[in-house]
């Protein structure tokens, strides 16, 4: 089937960075227009916007990550789930989280200031080779560790994580294991059991194809309950869907994630987050993920080798998503990445490499013309 009809037309341009912000899908768009429509008159706006709204979001990302509907909260971001991680484990100072180096920074923004406060100690996860495997982690895990912050799929390098065996050693330890699904959730088939980790985070502005300040926050059931009481949303209360009636104390929240929510939860973003969700449920993640594989082997089959170096695993299984390469040097990356902005293809420069993320619009046109510049 021919996606390219479900996006807006790129003119002359060629969009290869997904992993920076992924478009809005026709519907998407049209959904925000009429959300807009409702704040100009709100009246029109549906009584269950409140509520519904959230709940039907929470199941379609519930349906993406094969989770429960109770256990994903709703947030502004990835960062937001890791905040909640952070202030609702009942830290010793002994405590040790693992960060890989050269990380997402908001794995360091969220836990260095708790450092500095002497709650946890944090230890950096250094590569052995190249790439960064679960080896490394494993290497690095000790009796103090107490969590595992990690990306599933590196944003720098695209290094896709096997996290089923450092899962398996938290579980044995008593640690606990957080996941950043940002790079890869809504282009990649995932099911948070078999990934067993405790937690996933994730923003919805890239491969969930949502507007920038949206995103979830996953905890596995019985996380939830082991974590120390947070402030909350007052929508987690029981009974706040009645507006009639708000004497709702005691103010403990209802089981499940719904607490972690972002406040305003149900904002005009959302709505168009639900009509994105809802077009990768009907196109299929699997489709998402069978394409982008079949574009990037064909880049990597067409790239001038005497120019420009793969900077991703050469094994398409230990890729996410997309695949970054570089020039031959620093000074060449930028001039390379310059030159494909001046022609009006888009990628982004990380890390001295160049990251090319296509999607469902993405033609072997596409390809062709990215590779037409590098070869240039």
Request: aromatic content about 10%; proline content about 7%.
């Amino acid at each position: 089937m021919d996606y390219q009809n479900e996006f807006s037309e790129f003119g002359n341009v060629t969009y290869l960075d997904v992993a920076a912000q992924g478009p809005l899908p026709r519907a998407s768009a049209q959904a925000l227009r009429k959300a807009i429509e409702w704040k100009e008159q709100p009246q029109r706006m549906p009584a269950d916007i409140y509520f519904g709204l959230p709940d039907r979001v929470r199941g379609h990302l519930a349906r993406i990550i094969g989770a429960k509907p109770s256990e994903i909260a709703v947030t502004t971001g990835a960062t937001t789930g890791l905040a909640a991680i952070a202030w609702g484990v009942d830290w010793k100072s002994e405590d040790e989280v693992l960060i890989a180096e050269r990380e997402f920074p908001a794995h360091f923004t969220v836990f260095a200031p708790l450092v500095e406060r002497g709650m946890l100690r944090l230890r950096t996860v250094r590569p052995r080779g190249r790439f960064l495997d679960a080896e490394d982690y494993l290497a690095a895990m000790g009796p103090r560790t107490r969590l595992v912050s990690a990306s599933l799929v590196r944003f720098h390098d695209a290094t896709r994580l096997d996290p089923r065996p450092i899962a398996e050693a938290c579980r044995a330890s008593g640690a606990w294991l957080a996941l950043d699904a940002s790079q890869c959730v809504g282009a990649m088939p995932l099911d948070v059991r078999e990934l067993g980790a405790d937690f996933l985070v994730a923003s919805g502005y890239k491969w969930l194809l949502g507007p920038y300040g949206t995103g979830f926050f996953w905890a596995r059931e019985e996380r939830i309950a082991e974590m120390r009481p947070a402030p909350f949303y007052w929508t987690a209360l029981p009974g706040a869907h009645v507006f009639d009636s708000l004497d709702l104390s005691p103010y403990r929240p209802e089981p499940g994630a719904r607490r972690w929510d972002a406040p305003e939860t149900a904002s005009l973003h959302l709505v168009a987050l639900e009509a994105s969700l809802e077009f990768l449920l009907r196109a299929g993640v699997e489709t998402v993920w069978q394409h982008n594989r079949e574009r990037i082997r064909h880049l990597l089959e067409r790239i001038p080798r005497d120019r420009v170096l793969l900077s991703s695993p050469a094994e398409e299984d230990r890729r996410g998503p997309y695949v970054c390469v570089a020039g031959r040097s620093p000074e060449k990356t930028r001039e390379l990445h310059e030159k494909l902005r001046a022609a009006e293809v888009i990628v982004s420069l990380r890390e001295n490499a160049l990251r090319v993320a296509p999607h469902l619009f993405t033609t072997p046109s596409g390809i062709e013309r990215f590779i037409a510049v590098l070869t240039a």
